[in-house]
């Protein structure tokens, strides 16, 4: 079960619609939007980004039996959705002296493009609005919550936490909702939301991890970071530098500490009783390996350095006699 | 007709395993630990490199505490990764 390369047929059809639409943008706009579908399209060559907010459809409609052609429709209005959101984060963390707002007329083409098909698809009343709605609350919210939590309140993030941070892609679960109506069984939006949330949880936590320098620079006190305070009984960020980062890394606990999470949110995805979506916990799968990767070469990294400098000059510079 | 053999790794391991087996070859290691290198494994230390060899004792034995190497590569960069949707 490969969740990304068993829909290849259908994201390809996905892309191609994409720069079909594209092409219809005005002249001055294409380049930019083409680029976005370049830069983030599963078929280019070292992709190496998330692709739920494509795949899911596919993925949801095997468990609830939705038509091919409505996945791909809902596929196409992920991607554009994604975009969507992407001009609006590059948007908010401009810098002084940048100037982003050229974007957010594309980003204006982009979001109709991303509601074009549910119009078509759900009349005004339908329950579907409602829970895009909350969709879209929560990526607010959490998009403030994050500066608003640890710069105002200066508090350091907890597990508990973590569904809000994860909320920044809470655009994602829109498919959720979609796929749920569409099959007649809207009382799985709930079940479908709770999974969908564990999985952005621990992408999130991925994130962190790869990211820590980028945050620690940039002042974001991330779950990853915070562990790492946590490990020096520490409140102020302030008083962190790369190197206690580092020494957290590599003798304490804090990789355990992220990966017992995502070890969790598996658990949840395996255990959902009624709206169980194999490929959902393919996809999660892949995020525990990670870890499990990042934690064996932590280990074999810190094994090393334990054997001492001449042993690791051995290593490196001359591992055969001559 | 055999097969060629492949060259040892030398280690740390197999440096100080020799000591303890070889008499001679630990006096000299002791006295001379770059020269001695040399000599029997044909490997050079760089001369900016000190290199000292201790003996434990029955009553006295070392701890090292090796270098913490902060300019290591750490298993994850940001590429590795993407984003969260």
């Known amino acids: 079960m490969d969740p990304l390369h068993d829909f290849d047929r259908e994201l390809a059809w ?62 196409m209005a992920g991607v554009f959705k994604f975009f969507y959101f992407l001009v609006q ?40 609005w409602q829970s895009l709605r909350q969709y879209f609350q929560e990526w607010a919210y959490s998009t403030r919550w994050e500066r608003e939590m640890f710069w105002t309140q200066r508090r350091i993030m907890t597990a508990a936490d973590l569904k809000i941070i994860a909320h920044k892609a809470a655009p994602v679960k829109i498919i959720n909702a979609a796929m749920a109506v569409l099959s007649g069984r809207p009382e799985a939006i709930g079940p479908l939301d709770t999974m969908v949330d564990a999985v952005l949880i621990s992408a999130q936590l991925l994130d962190d991890c790869a990211d820590w320098r980028e945050d620690f620079k940039n002042g974001n006190c991330t779950y990853f ?39 969790k949110n598996h658990r949840r995805l395996k255990n959902e009783p009624k709206y169980s979506v194999p490929y959902l ?5 892949t995020f525990l390996k990670s870890f499990a990767d990042l934690f064996k070469r932590v280990q074999n990294q810190k094994k090393a350095m334990l054997t001492g400098g001449f042993s690791r000059w051995l290593e490196k510079s001359r591992p055969f006699p001559e | 007709m055999g097969r060629k053999k492949q060259p040892k790794k030398v280690t740390k391991q197999i440096i100080v395993e020799k000591a303890m087996a070889d008499e001679i070859y630990r006096q000299k290691l002791i006295a001379d630990p770059k020269g ?34 902060n300019e290591d590569d750490l298993p994850y960069s940001p590429d590795d990764v993407g984003m969260a949707w």
């Not at chain 1, 002084?96 to 050229?102: F, I, M, S």
């Not at chain 1, 490990?231 to 206690?244: I, K, M, P």
């Open chain 1, 14 to 75: 996905v892309f191609d619609a994409c720069e079909r639409q594209i092409g219809t943008y005005p002249s001055v706009f294409r380049k930019t939007a083409l680029d976005y579908l370049e830069r983030y399209n599963v078929f280019r060559d070292g992709f190496n980004k998330n692709y739920i907010c494509y795949a899911l459809p596919f993925w949801l409609g095997r468990t609830l039996a939705v038509d091919a052609d409505i996945c791909r429709k809902i596929s």
């Open chain 1, 89 to 128: 984060d590059a948007v908010m963390d401009t810098e002084p002296g940048e100037y982003k707002a050229d974007l957010l007329p594309l980003g204006n083409l982009f979001l109709f493009d991303f509601l074009h098909p549910y119009r078509e698809l759900f009349p005004n009343d339908s329950l579907f």
């Open chain 1, 225 to 263: 970071l915070a562990q790492v305070l946590k490990y020096y009984h520490l409140t102020d960020f302030a008083a962190l530098n790369e190197s206690l980062i580092r020494k957290a890394i590599y003798f304490g606990d804090t990789i355990q500490d992220v990966t017992a999470i995502v070890k």
């Open chain 1, 281 to 285: 916990i393919s996809f999660h799968e």
């Open chain 2, 36 to 69: 001695t290198i040399q000599e029997y494994f044909n490997i050079t230390v760089p001369s900016d490199m000190e290199l000292i060899v201790v003996e434990e004792t029955p009553s006295r034995f070392y701890l090292v505490i090796p270098q913490f190497h």
